[in-house]
Nanobody
Framework: QVQLVESGGGLVQAGGSLRLSCTAS????????MGWYRQAPGKQRELVAT???????NYADSVKGRFTISRDNAKNTVYLQMNSLKPEDTAVYYC???????????WGQGTQVTVSS
């Protein structure tokens, strides 16, 4: 089973930036499309950014132009650079496979992002 470990969250003022990291165990990372998800209090988990094994990216409209997803297959790590943060970006952020229906069952602990106004 793949283990996912997210890090890099924190408290930041609106307009600030954070860079999240997610490291996955196992040798299958490189062949998988990966995604960043987030879950705000009282809301369902939503997919905000994806990256294919070949590096093609896609973003939810709410983060397009502000967030950038990238990956380093040699390090089994996927990143999320978040700029121009808004209070509505406040959530716990997780990584997993890019297609929600194919997500690994063991989600990581996530990393908390809090954006103050």
């Amino acid at each position: 089973q793949v283990q996912l470990v997210e890090s890099g969250g924190g408290l930041v003022q609106a307009g600030g930036s954070l860079r999240l990291s997610c490291t996955a165990s196992g040798s299958i990372f490189a062949i998988n499309g990966m995604g960043w998800y987030r879950q705000a209090p009282g809301k369902q988990r939503e997919l905000v950014a994806t990256i294919t094994s070949g590096g093609s990216t896609n973003y939810a409209d709410s983060v397009k132009g502000r967030f950038t997803i990238s990956r380093d297959n040699a390090k089994n790590t996927v990143y999320l650079q978040m700029n121009s943060l808004k209070p509505e970006d406040t959530a716990v952020y997780y990584c997993n496979r890019a297609v929600p229906a194919w997500a690994w069952s063991d989600w990581g602990q996530g990393t908390q992002v809090t954006v103050s106004s």
